[in-house]
């Protein structure tokens, strides 16, 4: 239900998980990179020690993620193999966090201090309109973790812009996308600044938008929709 909160950019994040058997579904904008934690593991200061230093807290994280012994991964039936997995280790740089009291890994509420994650994650191409089941996890059986997600992705179809016109003063363009969606149209002379013209509904997936010319210089325009 919070998939898409806070998502922007070319990267869509995907959310970890504390481990067992889940299952989600969600959207996802075309043209956009996902980025799935196979396995993934964080330590801070809150955790460890407001004494331990910076090394140490990175330290300790390391020796947490070297414990990962299994990971898996299959997008639409196809196995991405282990050891293609195994080579994306990624260890993040200092950052820090506020726990919620009664959260979900069991920390104290409060301030992280240092923290670090460490383990294993996957990239993956902008998947093509449709929906695509994604299954991934992996374990550290040293301490009884075992994670098996399956992610429903549907991923819409792009907003384009198509067949401009220029009449009478007035230019226009057809946008496709998502039947039903609302598409919100923008418009800058230098591709820097960009202010809202107006918006759309694209129902049954189309519409033409037009808008009056501003001065006698070029003037770019562009579309986004919600996921």
């Given at each position: 239900?919070?998939?898409?909160?806070?998502?922007?950019?070319?990267?869509?994040?995907?959310?970890?998980?504390?481990?067992?058997?889940?299952?989600?579904?969600?959207?996802?904008?075309?043209?956009?990179y996902v980025l799935v934690p196979l396995l993934l593991?964080?330590?801070s200061q809150l955790e460890v020690g407001f004494n331990q230093t910076a090394a140490q807290v990175k330290q300790a994280a390391k020796q947490q993620a070297d414990q990962i012994n299994?990971?898996?991964?299959?997008?639409?039936?196809?196995?991405?193999?282990?050891?293609?997995?195994f080579a994306h280790r990624e260890v993040s740089p200092d950052f820090s966090f506020v726990a919620v009291a009664n959260n979900q890994?069991?920390?104290?509420?409060?301030?992280?201090?240092?923290?670090?994650?460490?383990?294993?994650?996957?990239?993956?191409?902008?998947?093509?309109?449709?929906?695509?089941?994604?299954?991934?996890?992996?374990?550290?059986?040293?301490f009884g973790v075992s994670l098996d997600e399956t992610d429903t992705?549907?991923?819409?179809?792009?907003v384009i812009?198509?067949?401009?016109?220029?009449?009478?003063?007035?230019?226009?363009?057809g946008v496709t996308g998502p039947s039903g969606s609302t598409v919100a149209i923008e418009s800058s002379t230098n591709l820097?600044?960009?202010r809202s013209v107006g918006s759309i509904v694209l129902n049954g997936g189309s519409?033409?938008?037009?808008?009056?010319?501003?001065?006698?210089?070029?003037?770019?325009f562009r579309a986004s929709g919600a996921p």
């Open positions: 239900a919070f998939a898409n909160v806070n998502q922007s950019g070319p990267v869509f994040f995907l959310a970890g998980s504390t481990g067992g058997s889940n299952s989600r579904h969600f959207n996802v904008s075309a043209h956009t593991g964080e330590l299994s990971l898996h991964a299959t997008l639409d039936g196809t196995t991405i193999l282990p050891a293609t997995l890994v069991g920390i104290p509420a409060g301030n992280s201090g240092i923290a670090v994650s460490d383990g294993y994650c996957l990239m993956l191409d902008p998947l093509t309109p449709g929906t695509h089941v994604l299954n991934f996890g992996g374990g550290a059986s040293v992705i549907t991923v819409a179809p792009p812009l198509k067949s401009p016109n220029l009449s009478a003063g007035q230019f226009g363009f820097s600044n960009w519409n033409y938008f037009t808008t009056l010319v501003q001065g006698n210089g070029q003037q770019f």
